[in-house]
């Protein structure tokens, strides 16, 4: 019997508020609903400071938190450097070169990089850096991947060195990392966080590659899912996060992950133009999705774990997912914060075939 507290383990959510106390909600959700990680931003779209102003306040604010759990709390964070940054050189925190200019040096001089963000990381009590994207650069006119440098390049050996040297020095420091996002986002012509995106004419069977390479040397901690429709791996037309042939037949059969599947933000206009977040959530577990993020950042949206968890325990009640299944992702989720705690070595899910 999957309870409602353990359904809690499979979300990732957003919240407003520099300091936390037991009655802020999301100190509620932690202690009363299992939420399982929270997500912080520096900044709302508005320009409002949302979690982050320096080093002294964002670790008293990841003391707080982890101080609301009864179970270790993900506490993860958008940190790819360059222009992708939550803890940014003029709020205190250590300045890193973007992927793009970093694809140009050495494999090493990005370990360099990556050692220093991390330790800075761990000082302030985050433990899950939602880095590095390994997406191919392959598309000059893509709004989101290109435009903001965040690809170590097109060549996906070369991406594969830069986040390896990447993923190793966060694991020095005890920080999970999360490649991104699956399938490959770079070839695509729109940007998900404003609406549908279908990169079908555009994507290239090697952007996969960077993922194989990684997931095969047990250096995949979790994979994010990238909210673009690729009709050559799943005719329906449903994007990745809701496409069980992406996420269970290619990432998870094909491709021997048994790592943490992370949804990118199910409040994305991909997602929510065209659903809404129970019936997305619905979607995203029966696609295989183990952790979902609520960024509440685009938007707010109070009381969303737990309608999350109704969700979830709606699809156990009527048999539309089996219990198994769900265990299965709040096993991996317990995994994952086990290998962050250095009670499980980094790399215990190599593929074995």
């Known amino acids: 019997m999957v309870n409602r507290m353990d359904i809690g383990q499979m979300f990732m959510v957003g919240f407003d508020g520099c300091t936390v106390d037991d009655s802020h909600p999301v100190c509620r959700a932690i202690a009363g609903s299992g939420l399982g990680g929270v997500i912080l931003f520096d900044r709302n779209v508005d320009g409002a400071v949302q979690n982050i102003r320096d080093p002294e306040q964002l670790r008293e604010l990841t003391r707080a938190l982890q101080a609301c759990a009864r179970d270790r709390l993900l506490i993860g964070v958008d940190q790819e450097g360059g222009r992708v940054c939550r803890l940014k050189p003029d709020a205190g925190f250590p300045a890193m070169t973007g992927a793009r200019e970093l694809g140009g040096l050495t494999p090493a001089e990005t370990g360099r990089q990556a050692a220093r963000m991390a330790a800075s990381l761990a000082e302030c009590g985050i433990n899950l850096n939602l880095a590095p994207v390994v997406d191919l650069d392959l598309n000059p006119d893509n709004p989101v991947i290109s435009r903001f440098g965040r690809s170590f390049g097109p060549d996906p050996d070369q991406v594969a060195r830069h986040a390896r040297t990447f993923v190793l020095a966060h694991h020095e420091h005890g920080v999970g990392c999360c490649l991104k996002h699956f399938p490959g986002h770079g070839s695509a012509g729109a940007d998900s966080h404003l609406g549908f995106v279908d990169s079908t004419d ?29 009709r050559r791996l799943d005719p329906g037309g449903l994007p990745a996060t809701l496409s069980a042939r ?6 998870r059969r094909q491709l021997g992950f048994a790592g943490v599947v992370i949804s990118d933000d199910l409040q994305m206009r991909a997602i ?5 977040f129970a019936e997305a959530v619905a979607m995203a577990v029966q696609a295989g999705v183990d952790l979902m993020i609520v960024g509440n ?7 969303v774990v737990e309608e999350g968890i109704r969700a979830v325990a709606a699809l156990l009640a009527d048999g539309r997912v089996r219990a198994e299944r769900v265990e299965a992702s709040i096993g991996r ?12 070595p980094w790399k215990n899910n190599v593929p074995t075939a």
């Open 272 to 276: 929510t133009d065209r659903w809404g």
């Open 333 to 344: 989720i317990r995994a994952l914060k086990r290998k962050i705690a250095g009670e499980l």
């Open 297 to 303: 950042n685009l938007v707010r949206q109070a009381g």
């Open 202 to 230: 555009r994507w290239q069977a090697r952007e996969l590659e960077p993922f194989r390479v990684l997931i095969r040397e047990g250096l995949a901690d979790a994979v994010m899912t990238a909210h673009v429709v690729q």
């Open 246 to 251: 992406i996420i269970g037949d290619l990432l």
